[in-house]
């Protein structure tokens, strides 16, 4: 059924936008005199590579000019590009990935090769779904290029904490995709509906979701005094604490998670401090939390502030 709607969906689309696809080609060629399109090897279901079609935004051979990503006010962008990123129009041409068979209206953007070897075993789950147009964690990171321009390594940035966090939201929205939950992600993305999960502004560098848990968390680590934690920030991939010792960054430290003497086993993992400033003292762990540990936790939580957590670091 969600095959099918994809399908009407994008050939009506093709057909109401095609006026609009040749004045957007005319503006490209006006612009620079370069091809209306680019074509870019994407990994999609099952790990099979294909080319996404987008309209072109940025100059002539930019791939080689530059990283994959690109960030707010980057040089390689035209002044046409601009303005279709803007309002997203150079994502029209997928279209047609979609009618191929390659992608779908909604799922999880499909990811440029060089970065699936950062994949975990439990994250690489994602290829097993079918790559989309738009999808929750694409609305949640609207604002991905500005955010990565407030950062002193975009590439390390996207790896270390918004490449983890949009996996894990586009797994979780896969255990419970309908085709009325796509509909509401479309409406969603044209701004009709309100976002599936909260939109993170140009300005939010979190690298962590902040989750009140409803039991006691015990940090047993090395190097830091101890602290009280109200409440604790964290994600499959590492754990945020209130602002520490900066000295410390650049340490590794042993994690174990201790809910109550009566709940489930401890969890151990190690980590390295890669952030201590005013925001927190950020820990990335050196293996993500298993998808079981991950909903254990997240089980705990209640909403903020309903709880306090504890912490011993």
Not at 48 to 73: N, Y
Not at 124 to 135: F, Q
Not at 179 to 205: E, H, S
Request: charged share 25%; hydrophobic share 40%; net charge positive.
């Amino acid at each position: 059924m969600i095959r099918i709607f994809d399908l009407f969906c994008s050939c009506l689309g093709l057909l109401v936008l095609s006026p609009a696809f040749l004045a957007i080609a005319g503006l490209i060629k006006l612009s620079d005199r370069g091809p209306v399109f680019y074509r870019q090897e994407r990994v999609g279901k099952d790990g099979k590579s294909f080319e996404i079609i987008k309209f072109r935004t940025m100059c002539v051979g930019a791939d080689r000019a530059g990283p994959p990503l690109t960030v707010a006010q980057d040089r390689r962008i035209t002044r046409v590009g601009a303005f279709l990123r803007k309002w997203k129009l150079d994502e029209l041409p997928q279209l047609i990935n979609v009618i191929r068979g390659e992608m779908g209206l909604v799922g999880p953007r499909p990811e440029v090769p060089r970065y699936l070897a950062h994949y975990s075993p439990a994250q690489a789950r994602v290829l097993r779904l079918r790559p989309g147009i738009t999808d929750a964690a694409s609305i949640a990171y609207r604002y991905e290029n500005e955010v990565l321009t407030r950062t002193l390594d975009p590439e390390a940035f996207y790896i270390q904490h918004i490449m983890p966090n949009k996996i894990r939201i586009n797994l979780e929205y896969a255990d419970q995709a309908t085709l009325w939950t796509n509909v509401k992600t479309i409406l969603a993305t044209l701004g009709i509906l309100r976002p599936p999960v909260a939109v993170r502004a140009p300005g939010d560098l979190r690298a962590f979701d902040r989750i009140a848990l409803a039991r006691p968390l015990r940090l047993s680590t090395k190097g830091l005094a101890s602290m009280e934690v109200h409440p604790v920030d964290f994600s499959q991939g590492g754990v945020l604490l209130p602002p520490g010792d900066e000295d410390a960054l650049g340490g590794f430290c042993t994690f174990t998670f201790s809910p109550d003497d009566s709940g489930p086993a401890p969890i151990t993992r190690e980590g390295q401090i890669i952030r201590s400033d005013a925001k927190g003292v950020a820990f990335r762990f050196s293996a993500p939390l298993e998808d079981d540990q991950y909903k254990m936790l997240k089980i705990m939580a209640r909403p903020r502030g309903s709880t306090k957590s504890s912490g011993e670091c």
